[in-house]
């Protein structure tokens, strides 16, 4: 029985007959000769087919899935080295389904020509391009060191509804729908779950989607994206917190680097050197060395300060701590000695906000201080005050945009094309 072996294994097969099976992605007539090559999920097949034999290949269009058998031949000018050639008895061609209409862009090219929305509109088909496909080989990296980073440090995964009773951030920046007859809401973060999870197993994660209904049409924004949460018990600060991102930076780029060296190479990703020693700057300070006196940073904020880094410490990563209390949500801590600012961070990467951290409150009596602060009741939340009327640990986490870190690995210049099937303003389709 011959078996199927993929593109990126025929190199250990030279001599033997074996059968390869992908798409057509591109034929090649000569006049002795035409060449097949063929796609798979490793790679590409070039599959040859000398004098009469390539007759039948004539009427096969692109895209079209089958299988072919040969006897593998190394060939320096084929790809990966070697190719299939057809047996003497004959090409082994066999058409598993045939494509009904022609690509929105030609998939063999290899480089992409067509625009952001034409890519997007014809997504199930275009991401069949290697180009467009390799930042989603990043993307399945890094999620998979993040988690072999926190697993390393003793912390539980978990998942948390996507469906809540309240508003998470006590902001109005939500999606409702109908509940069986009451109104409910796409979570904005698993926050208040994974805060009820350090009560159990101390340290948690989740990699999931979270939901903002930001009216932000911008190349930096998705109504959906996937985070990257963490939440973690017994620490003395959010310094704690800010160690455990940079291990999971760490391991996010090792475990790219590793398993998907071809998409690096294939893209031209230059990896970043996670310092020993994130460089950090207070919120005040930066603001100083900006020039400005904001509450917040603006995306122009976040390049100049991005660039400050790389000139002062050769870092493309930076912290920005102690955040006005005014910007950060109710449950935020404060900082003890300057209590106008908050424990918290931005992690700023290659001239973007990629993470938001910090500590949070963890006394019953100190969250009815803050909701009663902004003029807020604490009945909408009395389900998650309820955790800390049992006693919780000082605690803190931090929340890491997946589609934003691949946007800046790959050096995109829109989040929409590190995003599968986007949802935005505009788009609930495909």
Do not use: C
Request: proline share 7%; charged share 20%; aromatic share 8%.
């Amino acid at each position: 029985m011959i078996h199927r072996v993929l593109a990126s294994e025929l190199s250990a097969h030279v001599g033997e007959t074996v059968q390869v099976s992908g798409w057509l992605h591109r034929r090649r007539e000569l006049k002795n000769v035409t060449f097949l090559i063929l796609r798979d999920r490793s790679g590409l097949t070039q599959a040859v087919l000398p004098g009469a034999a390539a007759e039948q290949s004539h009427d096969i269009p692109e895209e079209t899935v089958l299988s072919f058998v040969g006897t593998v031949t190394a060939n320096e000018q084929a790809p990966g080295g070697v190719e299939l050639v057809a047996p003497a008895e004959g090409p082994q061609v066999e058409l598993l389904s045939s494509p009904a209409e022609t690509p929105p862009l030609e998939i063999y090219r290899p480089t992409v020509t067509a625009s952001l929305p034409t890519i997007l509109d014809g997504a199930p088909v275009t991401l069949r391009h290697p180009h467009l496909s390799a930042p989603f080989q990043l993307t399945a990296a890094s999620i998979a060191g993040f988690r072999s980073a926190l697993d390393a440090l003793d912390f539980t995964e978990i998942h948390t509804p996507k469906i809540v009773g309240s508003a998470t951030e006590s902001g109005a920046n939500v999606f409702a729908l109908d509940w069986f007859g009451r109104k409910a809401y796409l979570a904005q973060s698993p926050q208040f779950f994974k805060q009820a999870m350090v009560g159990v197993f101390e340290r948690v994660y989740e990699t999931g989607p979270v939901f903002r209904a930001e009216p932000s049409d911008t190349a930096r924004h998705l109504a959906q994206y996937t985070s990257l949460d963490a939440e973690l018990g017994f620490i003395t600060d959010h310094r704690d917190v800010m160690a455990v991102v940079r291990e999971a930076l760490v391991g996010m780029v090792a475990s790219v680097a590793e398993r998907a060296a071809a998409a690096v190479d294939l893209l031209g990703v230059k990896l970043p050197t996670v310092p020993e020693q994130i460089p950090e700057i207070h919120f005040a300070d930066a603001m100083e060395l900006l020039g400005e006196d904001e509450p917040d940073l603006s995306p122009a904020n976040e390049r100049t300060l991005g660039e400050w880094a790389v000139r002062e410490f050769g870092s493309e990563f930076l912290f920005v701590t102690g955040y006005p209390m005014a910007k950060r949500p109710f449950y935020t801590h404060a900082q003890p000695d300057r209590p106008q600012y908050s424990n918290s961070f931005d992690l700023i990467f290659r001239g973007l906000e990629l993470i938001t951290g910090g500590q949070r409150l963890h006394r019953y009596e100190d969250y009815v201080a803050a909701l009663a602060a902004r003029g807020e009741s604490t009945e909408a939340y009395e389900g998650y005050l309820a955790n800390f009327k049992h006693g919780m640990p000082p605690h803190g986490g931090f929340a890491l945009g997946l589609e934003r870190w691949t946007m800046r690995l790959t050096e995109a210049d829109n989040l929409r094309r590190t995003a599968l099937f986007p949802r935005d303003l505009h788009r609930l389709t495909p």
